[in-house]
């Protein structure tokens, strides 16, 4: 049997690095960076003419979209640059690919209001940040266009080499101290599921559907708690905070039974972290 033909744009981030890593025995896959990238090829998806002359020739059978920014500094200053980034791709890359390319959006948490004092439930018709909005209407964009996509919502993607783990052993490791918020709720997914996860799609052909692969409910505190204590870190690097504009925020998400069924090994915060500093201890 022939490996699918797989796109996976957004080379030069965290996460497009990781699935190509992680999936490049499975399948026969292609990458491509953004134009800031020395690392060819390059492409401004950006610019449909761009997008066009890329596809010249080319056939895929599914399209990982990693694109695009997570910046908040970038998104809450510059709105125009975050909806082409967020959005303006994702629409460059429907209006060139068939209709039996499986496209796979990634998208975020954020695309809702967190749970507050005020809101005590999620509410996806308002995102409360810009970069929020994007992913909302970069789902919204996927939904018009109504090809064989999937949306999946992760919540921080975290390995030692990225994402909040990495930032907080970086940290640690340069013996800066670290201030995290107690009331502040989110549930990070740990590499190797969101890998499960994504080839469980791939391999499923699965289609028009928005899932959340996510991992168990923490706070940002008891996270850096953890990764302080499993790497033997000096324990005043880390000092416990709370945001006082609310009594608490929650962006935790439940996982979709999709996921569920799949069996897909989610590991505690707790675990996840011991595994992960087994490689820099």
Not at 251 to 256: E, K
Not at 265 to 275: G, K, P, R
Request: hydrophobic share 35%; aromatic share 12%.
């Amino acid at each position: 049997m022939m490996k699918k033909k797989i796109l996976i744009t957004g080379g030069n981030g965290y996460i497009g690095q990781l699935l190509y890593q992680s999936l490049f025995s499975m399948y026969d896959l292609d990458i491509v960076h953004g134009p800031s990238s020395q690392t060819k090829p390059s492409v401004d998806l950006t610019n449909k003419d761009e997008v066009d002359q890329f596809f010249i020739g080319k056939n895929y059978d599914v399209i990982i979209n990693c694109a695009g920014t997570k910046d908040f500094n970038f998104c809450n200053t510059n709105i125009g640059g975050t909806m082409a980034l967020n959005c303006h791709i994702v629409e460059n890359l429907l209006q060139k690919i068939s209709s039996q390319c499986q496209f796979i959006q990634l998208s975020s948490d954020y695309v809702f209001a967190p749970k507050t004092q005020s809101l005590p439930v999620i509410s996806e018709d308002y995102p409360d940040t810009p970069y929020g909005e994007s992913k909302l209407i970069a789902e919204q964009i996927c939904r018009i266009y109504d090809k064989n996509y999937v949306i999946v919502r992760v919540a921080g993607v975290y390995s030692i080499n990225g994402g909040f783990l990495a930032n907080l052993v970086d940290c640690y490791n340069k013996h800066e101290v670290f201030s995290a918020y107690s009331n502040w709720y989110y549930s990070p997914l740990y590499h190797t599921a969101f890998i499960e996860g994504v080839v469980s799609l791939i391999d499923d052909e699965v289609s028009k559907q928005t899932l959340n692969l996510v991992g168990n409910r923490v706070s940002r505190y008891d996270f850096a708690k953890e990764v302080l204590k499993q790497g033997h870190f000096d324990q005043h690097l880390l000092t416990c905070d709370t945001d006082s504009k609310h009594e608490i925020t929650d962006r935790s998400l439940a996982v979709s039974s999709y996921f569920s069924a799949k069996h897909i090994c989610m590991l505690s915060y707790e675990d996840a972290i011991i595994d992960a500093m087994k490689k820099v201890i």
